[in-house]
């Protein structure tokens, strides 16, 4: 009774509109989800929903699509598998059912609606009263449904989420999601279904899709290509850079497809860790009559990442990456963040140890993350969530590259993104046979579709193995300065290598050492019985900084290395080799940390 009694509150409060501003502490997550393509017309569909686990996927047979309501109750965005979702059900959940009332303000009417879903792991059908309204693959990826047609604006309907998931098929990105029941070595709790904002919003029918904002710096302007939902005669695009309240620079042109408009700057200011300065950006859509008919705010940061020989550079300047490798954990959100603060917070941490960025690692982090990069000038690396994948599978392949495009698409503008990174480890690369050559295949076609969809670098498979790449990562968790010389060492003219027979030869790339370190440490309580680290743990504190100088120092030693990621910024459930506890309380004493991670490589 309790619960339904919640259930009908929360439920009276969304649809009378009390959340409108998506600003009340009662929802969760109540921030918007898209910083950089805001809209005044939105609503945030957090909160309570009513939910059914379908284990013999006969949900579909039992025409579940047509509920108005389950028996059960799950707090959205939060995975069943989460303390936050109010459900924390741990074993494998093959299908699910999700359910909520909603209702489009009569204001909206003759405007599109876009349903929004910021993740949902892994495929979904979204159903409104019943019909189909769209399909999704992808757990890591957003995606947006027009449900116009659906809609009867002022009245109440049924919206039904139907999800599958299976971690273990081979067909599907996983990340480190356990393949096995419990959580062990470097795979943690699973999420399933819904992981990230729902939410709703009002589009004129001409109004933007989306914008690629690029950022030219050695031309001093920004590049905007739009894309649009409709055109209609006498169309135009308004786009207005702002420093501050002033604006620097602006542009109207009569909006097409396709649509390039340049933003000259008289004088630039850059983006970097040391200043992440951003421009605010308004795009606004005209009618024949000059009436705006879309709003849109945005930003973007003015830098320029390239590659020269086996240097990496920002802003035409050197840049030695000084990295933590992140893996977007939480205690009680597991893949969610349990707020927004949660999500700056880990980046100030980072920062307070010593780095100058991260390697996202086998997530892919929500867009509230890359806004708090953006703002505080943190450097990452993008990567997917692809352990699990079969990648000598052709649909594992077909799944992958469509989910991997809608990550960068939606990501591009990000100034902290600085490099991609779509897989980690590819140890199942077989020898010389089919299998291997589906797979040397599958990483072409993902480093090529990334240089067509964008400018930055891309790191193909980080540590292995290696056969279209523009960075040379290597994975060498070496517990003492001698032996990570010895991991480093140049024999017979030749940079090592993981593998010489099972990927190309290194071409002078950038030298990264993409993981290391991962030094265990325990700070009051273990974890679990399977807890570990790299290594055999130290027994003093004093060891430990004794260690973590010796062997990061020693890293700072080799010219041709580009820079370096520890493992890690935050223990994970059973591995316990982070700078901070898995509830980001302190383990070190953090001035000595820091000192260690802010040292660069003495000029020679």
Known sequence: MKHLIIYILSSFLLLTGWTANAQNNSIPRPEYPRPQFERAEWRNLNGQWSYTFDFGKSGRDRKLYNSTGFNEFIIVPFCPESKLSGVEYKDFIPAMWYHRKLQVPADWQDKKVILHFGGVDYYSVIYINGQVAGRHWGGSSSFGIDITRFVKYGEEQQLVVYVEDDQRSGSQGRGKQSGNFYSQGCDYTRTTGIWQTVWMEAVDACGLKSVRITPELDQKCFTVQPEFYGLQAGQKLRVSVKDGDRVVSKQTQTAATPLT?????????TWSPDSPFLYDIELEVLDAKGKVIDHVNSYAGMRKVHIEGNKFFLNNE??????????????????????????????????????????????????????WADKLGYLTWGESASWGLNTSSPEAA?????????????????????????????????????????????????????????????????????????????????????????????????????????????????????????????????????SWGYGQGPKTLDEFYARLKDITFTVLEFDFVAGYCYTQLTDVEQEQNGIYNYDRTPKFDMEIIKSIFNRLPEKK
């Open 398 to 530: 077909r799944n992958f590259l469509t989910e991997w495009e809608e990550v960068v698409v939606r990501d591009r503008n990000h100034p902290s993104i600085i490099v991609w990174t779509p897989f980690n480890e590819t140890w199942d690369r077989p020898n010389d046979n089919e299998q291997a050559r589906q797979h040397d295949r599958f990483i072409s076609d993902v480093y090529k579709l990334s240089h067509n969809l964008d400018y930055r670098p891309v790191n193909d498979a980080s540590g292995n193995y290696h056969v279209m790449t523009d960075i040379w990562s290597v994975h060498h968790y070496a517990q003492s300065g001698e032996e990570m010389k010895k991991r480093l060492e140049i024999k017979d003219g030749k940079l090592p290598q993981k593998d010489v027979k099972k990927e190309v030869p290194y071409e002078g790339q950038p030298y990264f050492l993409d993981e290391y370190g991962g030094i265990k440490w325990v700070h009051g309580k273990q974890f679990a019985k399977n």
């Open 261 to 269: 408009l340049m933003l000259p700057l008289k004088t630039v200011k």
């Open 318 to 371: 050197p840049c030695y990456l000084r990295f933590v490798l992140d893996q977007g954990f939480y205690p009680t959100g597991v893949w969610t963040a349990p707020t927004d603060a949660d999500l700056k917070r880990d980046i100030e941490l980072s920062l307070a140890a010593g780095f100058n960025g991260a390697r996202l690692h086998q997530k892919v982090f929500e867009e509230r993350f890359h806004y």
